[in-house]
């Protein structure tokens, strides 16, 4: 899937055989849905635009500050037992819990990207 970005939104690109059009969605909100649609990619692009700037129009006008996509913010959850031994890994190595899944993403992705 390819995606589309404007003013720190994303939305991907799919595509309908049924209708014969292009459509999205602005990825990583969890309460606001953005879509948009086009029979081309200029035509998506604009309306994924037009989309965004509708929102944080109504935003500014209700008084209300935009949500952001993905927030950084991730609930993990992992056997008690991996907890633990992650938990005592990290305290021998100075770095915190939090540092150490961020390298191991980065390093994973890495990983899968070069593949």
């Given at each position: 899937m390819?995606?589309?970005?404007y003013?720190?939104?994303?939305?991907s690109v799919?595509?309908?055989k049924?209708?014969?059009?292009l459509?999205?969605?602005?990825?990583?909100?969890?309460?606001?849905?953005?879509?948009?649609?086009g029979q081309?990619l200029?035509?998506?692009?604009?309306?994924f635009?037009?989309?965004i700037?509708?929102?944080?129009n109504?935003c500014?006008?209700e008084?209300?500050e935009?949500?952001k996509p993905?927030?950084g913010r991730?609930?993990?959850?992992?056997?008690s037992?991996?907890?633990?031994?992650?938990?005592?890994?990290?305290?021998?190595?100075?770095?915190t819990?939090?540092?150490?899944?961020n390298?191991?993403?980065?390093?994973?992705m890495?990983?899968?990207?070069?593949?």
């Amino acid at each position: 899937m390819d995606y589309l970005e404007y003013k720190g939104y994303r939305g991907s690109v799919e595509y309908s055989k049924e209708d014969n059009c292009l459509f999205g969605k602005v990825q990583g909100l969890s309460k606001e849905l953005i879509t948009f649609e086009g029979q081309t990619l200029d035509e998506l692009r604009k309306d994924f635009e037009a989309g965004i700037e509708s929102y944080l129009n109504y935003c500014k006008e209700e008084g209300i500050e935009p949500v952001k996509p993905y927030s950084g913010r991730l609930n993990l959850r992992m056997p008690s037992e991996l907890h633990s031994k992650m938990a005592a890994f990290v305290a021998s190595t100075g770095i915190t819990i939090n540092d150490f899944i961020n390298r191991a993403i980065r390093n994973e992705m890495k990983k899968v990207a070069a593949l």
